[in-house]
């Protein structure tokens, strides 16, 4: 497992020495220029823009409410039928008689919510960790590593699972808390670890010795630098944690509220268990998870490429 | 240390492939195969081995220690009880004793042993034995073990020394007659001389195996060798062993059997957690038989031409109502709860086969049911009507819910909680929806601190006593319906149990019962949801029975 | 280089000793647990009071913590709340299943990865590379879970290829030495029974073998094209180094360092994956024994012992490679 620390830091200084090597505000432009040449990033944002439509919409687009039951759909409902398309329901009904179709809708609406705020919450405590470890050196930073460290031995299902044991009730929040805490210390450690590479890095030596204010050079150079490791590394995680969260329900330790659309929980829970009943209750939030993960790996892969200092001729 | 990080990264990597291939080959040096040699294991014997699929681990198998269905299992192919059910039923008949009598008082039991009944190992069955049981179980010795005795403290009431232990004492009278004698009627008796838990074991391998030491280890217990490698009863089968690595207990036939000889000549229980992964297995044909089918699939299975098995109903689902809250203490908001509540529908979409809508707390084949109580069909006009005459809209209550569990009367809790919310949204009570994991808060919110207002939970029943479904629901002030709340009910159904004469016996339960639904209603019955059982096509003589009790010498397998 | 040791050592105490009190204290003051985990539905609350005072659980915490500490250190976590067996017996038991998935799944993942990743290099930009890539793509996007349950419907209930559970036949009576069945079959002559292993694991492993699968299929091609553009492939092939030979000597050589770095590293991965897969195949190895022991069964001896087991393993190898390498290399001071 140590092995496996190993491996998510190499990756992660690899990002870091990649993006490192920008050249303040100016990348963001260039980035943008190379972002919008680059196949596989454009690719992953039409997916995700999709989905990010359908899920802000989802009032609009969706036929019903997703929580309602409807006497249409109860009617013909049993415990080894499942109602298919009907004509004010195309999808059909779900395990309680919903409209499975705005279920779908909303779910992307639950999934994005979940992902999102799993990202960001990762994200935010990283970069806590991360910033105050490199800024403040020391026995520190020492700590803080070590604890990274640790958290990085396990592979992060498992330290999921873990955290929503330790918390004894997995709810909604406790699997986003999960899921973004897996996170911390990769967001930790990569931003850190840029900290300390742009401290020595010419761009940022030239405007020292040009005698430009120490807060001047960390918030217009070195942040704005690092940070775009950490969207990188933000958009691959939101497909991991969208990921994450959908095994947790089929483990059993997701969030416990069936009422709630998010496609992860119809998947784990429905899906699994009505599998022979009506298989698409299982395929179409199996597809739609999978399209989202792949938008956003193929987009952060491509913002990857497009910040390579390699790729930058 | 930087600059050479890959190395070490490298050698990590190597070390810890070498932990894992030296504990790989660890025991290699001694290989050697324990199997039979000789005799093939698949000769088309005539009995053949049949293999059923449970749906959990056993706990160990001396009975007296376990209280749930996947220990009982085993535990009932290889121990026979002193009074048993006929094949289907929850009606009582001959097992180790033949008959059976209580004098007038009901206190003193008299046991017409079976002759020539032999123990496993040898040792007779004789009311000695029998006596010795009892006596075993009296005076067990430990906090420890006494803990673990689940069913016994609650049929017996407590150990030695305890004012409330039911039992007095166990004489043989000759060698085939057994006189238990108890300190006061419990009605209780003698359906509970049938469950397994009182099974009678061999006294002398319960000697030599040392079977009262159950030891506390950390969190949990260390049971004795009888429990864990020498279970020694009567039974059809005897032990052949449990392999805890993939999950298989081998049951081989009692060729010594005293009533019908097992028609198989093995069995394996297998442990298969998933339901689904249950199916496929039979679907697989790699087992013969299958327990707790998801019940979305019973009727797929049915149409492949599988046997699905419906056992009779013998289990309750119901919505506790708690009246720790003072609104809940008016019986029109808690008859308004049962109005809401749309049960048909519930069991027509989410009710295992065979389910039916639940008007009293115990099945109807049990004695005590009333024909005639007040029922309550779904209506939302009227239920609004009872509310506001009863000053309680806009309620706001806590529904409490279990997850991670399935029970056999309650097969998904939350599609079931989310059903019942939404009526009583319909209604206009607003509910706050409240998981706890089963064994990680549920049963402790509800059981022992009250915390509910509303929650699910139910109950499969032991033996054919209206004692042991309303008895044990409201028979005493309990946190789960709010302290106190219903003296009168304490006080009836405390009188009903303790009538001897079976024809008042019947009549106060029955008068109970209706009082249960018009005058109290501490709780809505919400359905009878028979668990099943799924066979290949080729398995016969396997009966499914209503107290999920079934005793496999009866099964075979044709060709 | 004594003093080292001992002072790693004590340190290595002091953190497991932190880590066990957290653990104790964080559990004991979850709802539920061993008690409502011990009782089923019918005790009496007299059962219930008789239990508590059982375990000790009356006592105060202290006491408790005391006796807790005694055992761990006496190497006795207890015995397990679901299964009643020593908890070392039981994660003795599922260990071997999780290395022999492991095992196979690493040898699917790399049998089958290096060569596609090869492959794809060499073919860059045409169908097959294209193809290769939008494969590992979906192979790190799909719900491992979902993929299994897939696979499973397709090859066991569909069509009856496989089995669909379970490690080996049930009655094959197989007879355990190392607890790796195919490899006992093996070594005990019982050559059926590692056969019907072998035949059990196919699907596992293959499901669980997709996410490494991927990846090293992206590495070794992002590898071999790094090579393929390196000065000295192409001063071979300019020097008229037939095709064949640059692949064997120099392409294939090259390239495979950082595969067989990042092979190493997805092996630890493989844990989580395992945590699902089990689940699907209701295969009874280590992740089958950290679900079984959260969800339902509440089992915390087992818990509390696999978390102290990971983080010993976590130090122990830490220290052992930190040692070595100060013996390895002299410059470096631990």
Same mark, same amino acid.
């Given at each position: 497992?140590?092995?496996?620390?190993?491996?998510?830091?190499?990756?992660?200084?690899?990002?870091?020495?990649?993006?490192?090597?920008?050249?303040?505000?100016?990348?963001?432009?260039d980035a943008g220029r190379r972002l919008l040449r680059n196949p596989?990033?454009?690719?992953?944002?039409?997916?995700?823009?999709?989905?990010?439509?359908?899920?802000?919409?989802?009032?609009?687009?969706?036929?019903?409410?997703?929580?309602?039951?409807?006497?249409?759909?109860?009617?013909?409902?049993t415990v080894d039928t499942i109602p298919g398309p009907t004509a004010?329901?195309?999808?059909?009904?779900?395990?309680?008689?919903?409209?499975?179709?705005?279920?779908?809708?909303?779910?992307?609406?639950?999934?994005?919510?979940?992902?999102?705020?799993?990202?960001?919450?990762?994200?935010?405590?990283?970069?806590?960790?991360?910033?105050?470890?490199?800024?403040?050196?020391?026995?520190?930073?020492?700590?803080?590593?070590?604890?990274?460290?640790?958290?990085?031995?396990?592979?992060?299902?498992?330290?999921?699972?873990?955290?929503?044991?330790?918390?004894?009730?997995?709810?909604?929040?406790?699997?986003?808390?999960?899921?973004?805490?897996?996170?911390?210390?990769?967001?930790?450690?990569?931003?850190?670890?840029?900290?300390?590479?742009?401290?020595?890095?010419?761009?940022?030596?030239?405007?020292?010795?040009?005698?430009?204010?120490?807060?001047?050079?960390?918030?217009?150079?070195?942040?704005?630098?690092?940070?775009?490791?950490?969207?990188?590394?933000?958009?691959?995680?939101?497909?991991?944690?969208?990921?994450?969260?959908?095994?947790?329900?089929?483990?059993?330790?997701?969030?416990?509220?069936?009422?709630?659309?998010?496609?992860?929980?119809?998947?784990?829970?429905?899906?699994?268990?009505?599998?022979?009943?009506?298989?698409?209750?299982?395929?179409?939030?199996?597809?739609?998870?999978?399209?989202?993960?792949?938008?956003?790996?193929?987009?952060?892969?491509?913002?990857?490429?497009?910040?390579?200092?390699?790729?930058?001729? | 240390?930087?600059?050479?990080?890959?190395?070490?990264?490298?050698?990590?990597?190597?070390?810890?492939?070498?932990?894992?291939?030296?504990?790989?080959?660890?025991?290699?040096?001694?290989?050697?195969?324990?199997?039979?040699?000789?005799?093939?294991?698949?000769?088309?014997?005539?009995?053949?081995?049949?293999?059923?699929?449970?749906?959990?681990?056993?706990?160990?198998?001396?009975?007296?220690?376990?209280?749930?269905?996947?220990?009982?299992?085993?535990?009932?192919?290889?121990?026979?009880?002193?009074?048993?059910?006929?094949?289907?039923?929850?009606?009582?008949?001959?097992?180790?004793?033949?008959?059976?009598?209580?004098?007038?008082?009901?206190?003193?039991?008299?046991?017409?042993?079976?002759?020539?009944?032999?123990?496993?190992?040898?040792?007779?069955?004789?009311?000695?034995?029998?006596c010795a049981n009892f006596d075993r179980w009296f005076n067990m010795?430990?906090?420890?073990?006494?803990?673990?005795?689940?069913?016994?403290?609650?049929?017996?009431?407590?150990?030695?020394?305890?004012?409330?232990?039911?039992?007095?004492?166990?004489?043989?009278?000759?060698?085939?007659?057994?006189?238990?004698?108890?300190?006061?009627?419990?009605?209780?008796?003698?359906?509970?001389?049938?469950?397994?838990?009182?099974?009678?074991?061999?006294?002398?391998?319960?000697?030599?195996?040392?079977?009262?030491?159950?030891?506390?280890?950390?969190?949990?217990?260390?049971?004795?060798?009888?429990?864990?490698?020498?279970?020694?009863?009567?039974?059809?089968?005897?032990?052949?062993?449990?392999?805890?690595?993939?999950?298989?207990?081998?049951?081989?036939?009692?060729?010594?059997?005293?009533?019908?000889?097992?028609?198989?000549?093995?069995?394996?229980?297998?442990?298969?957690?998933?339901?689904?992964?249950?199916?496929?297995?039979?679907?697989?044909?790699?087992?013969?038989?299958?327990?707790?089918?998801?019940?979305?699939?019973?009727?797929?299975?049915?149409?492949?031409?599988?046997?699905?098995?419906?056992?009779?109903?013998?289990?309750?689902?119901?919505?506790?109502?708690?009246?720790?809250?003072?609104?809940?203490?008016?019986?029109?908001?808690?008859?308004?709860?049962?109005?809401?509540?749309?049960?048909?529908?519930?069991?027509?979409?989410?009710?295992?086969?065979?389910?039916?809508?639940?008007?009293?707390?115990?099945?109807?084949?049990?004695?005590?049911?009333?024909?005639?109580?007040?029922?309550?069909?779904?209506?939302?006009?009227?239920?609004?009507?009872?509310?506001?005459?009863?000053?309680?809209?806009?309620?706001?209550?806590?529904?409490?819910?279990?997850?991670?569990?399935?029970?056999?009367?309650?097969?998904?809790?939350?599609?079931?909680?989310?059903?019942?919310?939404?009526?009583?949204?319909?209604?206009?009570?607003?509910?706050?929806?409240?998981?706890?994991?089963?064994?990680?808060?549920?049963?402790?919110?509800?059981?022992?601190?009250?915390?509910?207002?509303?929650?699910?939970?139910?109950?499969?029943?032991?033996?054919?006593?209206?004692?042991?479904?309303?008895?044990?629901?409201?028979?005493?002030?309990?946190?789960?319906?709010?302290?106190?709340?219903?003296?009168?009910?304490?006080?009836?159904?405390?009188?009903?149990?303790?009538?001897?004469?079976?024809?008042?016996?019947?009549?106060?339960?029955?008068?109970?019962?209706?009082?249960?639904?018009?005058?109290?209603?501490?709780?809505?019955?919400?359905?009878?949801?028979?668990?099943?059982?799924?066979?290949?096509?080729?398995?016969?003589?396997?009966?499914?029975?209503?107290?999920?009790?079934?005793?496999?010498?009866?099964?075979?397998?044709?060709? | 280089?004594?003093?080292?040791?001992?002072?790693? /050592?004590?340190?290595?105490? !002091?953190?497991?000793?932190? #880590?066990?009190? %957290?653990?104790?204290? @964080? $559990?004991?003051?979850?709802?539920?647990?061993?008690?409502?985990?011990?009782?089923?539905?019918?005790?009496?609350?007299?059962?219930?009071?008789?239990?508590?005072?059982?375990?000790?659980?009356?006592?105060?915490?202290?006491?408790?913590?005391?006796?807790?500490?005694?055992?761990?250190?006496?190497?006795?976590?207890?015995?397990?709340?679901?299964?009643?067996?020593?908890?070392?017996?039981?994660?003795?038991?599922?260990?071997?299943?999780?290395?022999?998935?492991?095992?196979?799944?690493?040898?699917?993942?790399?049998?089958?990865?290096?060569?596609?990743?090869?492959?794809?290099?060499?073919?860059?930009?045409?169908?097959?590379?294209?193809?290769?890539?939008?494969?590992? /793509?979906?192979?790190?996007? !799909?719900?491992?879970?979902? #993929?299994?349950? %897939?696979?499973?419907? @397709? $090859?066991?209930?569909?069509?009856?290829?496989?089995?669909?559970?379970?490690?080996?036949?049930?009655?094959?009576?197989?007879?355990?030495?190392?607890?790796?069945?195919?490899?006992?079959?093996?070594?005990?002559?019982?050559?059926?029974?590692?056969?019907?292993?072998?035949?059990?694991?196919?699907?596992?492993?293959?499901?669980?073998?997709?996410?490494?699968?991927?990846?090293?299929?992206?590495?070794?091609?992002?590898?071999?094209?790094?090579?393929?553009?390196?000065?000295?492939?192409?001063?071979?092939?300019?020097?008229?180094?037939?095709?064949?030979?640059?692949?064997?000597?120099?392409?294939?050589?090259?390239?495979?360092?950082?595969?067989?770095?990042?092979?190493? /590293?997805?092996?630890?991965?493989?844990?989580?994956?395992?945590?699902?897969?089990?689940?699907?195949?209701?295969?009874?190895?280590?992740?089958?024994?950290?679900?079984?022991?959260?969800?339902?069964?509440?089992?915390?001896?087992?818990?509390?012992?696999?978390?102290?087991?990971?983080?010993?393993?976590?130090?122990?190898?830490?220290?052992?490679?930190?040692?070595?390498?100060?013996?390895?290399?002299?410059?470096?001071?631990?």
């Amino acid at each position: 497992m140590n092995k496996l620390a190993e491996h998510k830091r190499q990756r992660i200084d690899e990002l870091t020495a990649r993006t490192a090597e920008g050249g303040g505000v100016s990348l963001f432009r260039d980035a943008g220029r190379r972002l919008l040449r680059n196949p596989t990033a454009i690719v992953g944002a039409t997916i995700i823009l999709l989905f990010l439509v359908i899920a802000i919409f989802a009032p609009l687009v969706a036929p019903h409410d997703p929580v309602q039951r409807f006497p249409e759909l109860t009617k013909d409902l049993t415990v080894d039928t499942i109602p298919g398309p009907t004509a004010g329901h195309p999808f059909g009904s779900d395990p309680l008689g919903r409209d499975f179709m705005s279920r779908m809708i909303y779910g992307a609406r639950q999934t994005m919510f979940v992902g999102v705020l799993a990202t960001t919450i990762g994200l935010l405590l990283g970069v806590l960790l991360g910033g105050v470890a490199g800024a403040a050196g020391g026995w520190i930073d020492v700590v803080i590593m070590r604890f990274t460290d640790v958290m990085l031995a396990l592979p992060s299902l498992l330290l999921a699972i873990t955290l929503v044991a330790l918390a004894s009730q997995s709810t909604q929040w406790t699997v986003i808390m999960a899921v973004a805490i897996v996170n911390v210390p990769i967001f930790a450690r990569l931003l850190r670890g840029s900290m300390l590479a742009q401290r020595e890095s010419d761009h940022v030596l030239a405007a020292r010795a040009l005698g430009v204010k120490r807060r001047h050079i960390v918030t217009r150079h070195m942040l704005p630098n690092s940070l775009t490791a950490v969207i990188v590394q933000a958009t691959l995680t939101f497909a991991v944690a969208i990921l994450d969260a959908a095994a947790l329900s089929f483990l059993g330790l997701g969030d416990p509220d069936i009422n709630r659309a998010e496609w992860g929980l119809m998947l784990g829970v429905d899906g699994v268990r009505y599998f022979e009943v009506r298989p698409e209750l299982a395929y179409f939030p199996a597809l739609a998870i999978i399209l989202v993960a792949l938008g956003f790996t193929l987009l952060g892969e491509g913002m990857r490429e497009a910040l390579d200092p390699k790729n930058r001729r | 240390m930087r600059a050479s990080g890959m190395q070490a990264r490298r050698l990590r990597t190597v070390i810890a492939a070498g932990v894992v291939a030296a504990l790989a080959i660890g025991g290699a040096g001694c290989a050697k195969s324990d199997r039979d040699s000789g005799g093939d294991e698949n000769k088309a014997a005539t009995g053949g081995t049949f293999i059923f699929a449970g749906a959990g681990d056993p706990k160990n198998f001396d009975p007296i220690f376990n209280d749930d269905g996947e220990s009982f299992r085993p535990i009932r192919q290889m121990y026979d009880t002193l009074v048993t059910h006929k094949p289907g039923t929850a009606e009582l008949t001959g097992g180790l004793a033949e008959s059976w009598s209580n004098d007038p008082t009901g206190k003193v039991w008299t046991f017409k042993l079976r002759q020539g009944v032999k123990f496993h190992d040898g040792s007779a069955l004789d009311a000695a034995a029998v006596c010795a049981n009892f006596d075993r179980w009296f005076n067990m010795k430990g906090e420890a073990a006494q803990s673990q005795m689940i069913y016994y403290a609650d049929v017996f009431g407590g150990f030695a020394g305890s004012p409330d232990a039911v039992y007095d004492n166990c004489k043989a009278q000759d060698a085939s007659t057994a006189v238990v004698t108890m300190k006061k009627y419990k009605g209780a008796f003698p359906g509970a001389f049938a469950l397994t838990a009182f099974s009678i074991a061999s006294p002398t391998a319960m000697k030599q195996y040392d079977a009262d030491k159950v030891t506390q280890n950390g969190d949990s217990f260390a049971y004795s060798a009888f429990a864990t490698e020498h279970p020694t009863g009567t039974g059809a089968f005897t032990y052949g062993g449990w392999n805890k690595a993939t999950g298989e207990i081998t049951l081989n036939k009692n060729p010594d059997y005293w009533g019908d000889k097992a028609k198989v000549d093995k069995m394996i229980i297998k442990v298969i957690k998933d339901e689904n992964t249950r199916k496929q297995e039979l679907r697989a044909g790699t087992v013969q038989a299958i327990d707790f089918p998801a019940p979305a699939d019973r009727k797929a299975l049915a149409d492949e031409g599988y046997k699905v098995l419906n056992r009779p109903a013998f289990n309750i689902l119901y919505l506790g109502i708690n009246q720790k809250n003072p609104k809940l203490r008016d019986l029109r908001v808690r008859q308004a709860i049962a109005y809401a509540l749309n049960r048909a529908q519930l069991v027509q979409t989410k009710g295992p086969g065979g389910s039916t809508v639940a008007d009293e707390f115990l099945p109807s084949t049990v004695m005590g049911y009333a024909p005639d109580v007040q029922k309550y069909d779904y209506n939302l006009d009227k239920a609004k009507q009872l509310l506001s005459e009863a000053g309680a809209t806009g309620l706001t209550l806590n529904f409490y819910y279990p997850t991670e569990v399935s029970r056999p009367y309650m097969p998904n809790p939350q599609e079931i909680f989310t059903v019942l919310a939404n009526d009583l949204q319909a209604a206009g009570i607003k509910i706050n929806g409240v998981p706890r994991p089963w064994n990680g808060g549920f049963k402790d919110d509800v059981q022992q601190f009250g915390k509910q207002d509303l929650h699910i939970l139910g109950w499969t029943g032991d033996y054919n006593d209206p004692g042991n479904f309303v008895g044990t629901f409201f028979g005493r002030e309990k946190k789960e319906f709010g302290d106190g709340a219903m003296t009168d009910m304490f006080t009836a159904i405390g009188k009903a149990d303790a009538t001897v004469e079976q024809n008042a016996k019947k009549a106060a339960w029955e008068q109970v019962n209706r009082d249960i639904a018009s005058k109290w209603l501490p709780a809505v019955p919400i359905w009878h949801g028979p668990p099943a059982l799924v066979t290949t096509k080729n398995v016969e003589g396997l009966v499914p029975s209503p107290l999920t009790a079934e005793q496999f010498n009866t099964v075979s397998i044709t060709k | 280089m004594l003093k080292v040791v001992s002072r790693r /050592l004590i340190q290595l105490f !002091i953190t497991l000793l932190a #880590l066990m009190t %957290l653990i104790f204290f @964080w $559990l004991r003051s979850l709802p539920g647990g061993p008690v409502d985990a011990l009782l089923g539905e019918r005790a009496t609350p007299e059962t219930r009071e008789r239990l508590i005072r059982a375990l000790g659980y009356d006592e105060p915490i202290w006491v408790q913590y005391g006796h807790f500490l005694k055992n761990v250190v006496t190497g006795n976590f207890g015995n397990s709340i679901r299964t009643g067996e020593p908890v070392m017996d039981v994660i003795g038991r599922s260990f071997p299943a999780t290395v022999e998935l492991a095992v196979a799944a690493m040898i699917i993942a790399i049998g089958l990865g290096v060569p596609l990743g090869y492959l794809a290099a060499r073919h860059r930009g045409r169908a097959l590379d294209n193809a290769t890539i939008i494969l590992t /793509l979906v192979g790190i996007s !799909i719900p491992i879970f979902f #993929l299994g349950y %897939l696979l499973k419907d @397709w $090859l066991t209930q569909s069509v009856h290829v496989f089995p669909p559970s379970g490690r080996i036949s049930t009655g094959m009576d197989n007879t355990d030495v190392t607890g790796l069945f195919v490899l006992d079959g093996l070594l005990t002559r019982e050559f059926d029974a590692s056969a019907d292993a072998l035949w059990h694991l196919v699907l596992p492993a293959f499901t669980l073998a997709t996410i490494p699968l991927a990846i090293i299929i992206r590495i070794t091609r992002a590898s071999v094209l790094d090579v393929l553009d390196a000065d000295y492939i192409r001063t071979a092939e300019a020097k008229g180094l037939r095709n064949p030979t640059v692949r064997k000597r120099h392409v294939l050589r090259n390239a495979l360092l950082p595969v067989v770095t990042i092979i190493g /590293l997805q092996t630890g991965a493989l844990l989580a994956g395992a945590v699902l897969t089990e689940k699907v195949y209701n295969w009874g190895g280590l992740g089958t024994l950290i679900t079984d022991s959260i969800s339902g069964s509440r089992d915390y001896p087992v818990l509390q012992a696999l978390i102290l087991l990971a983080a010993v393993v976590f130090i122990v190898v830490n220290l052992v490679v930190d040692l070595s390498y100060a013996v390895i290399d002299p410059r470096v001071r631990v």
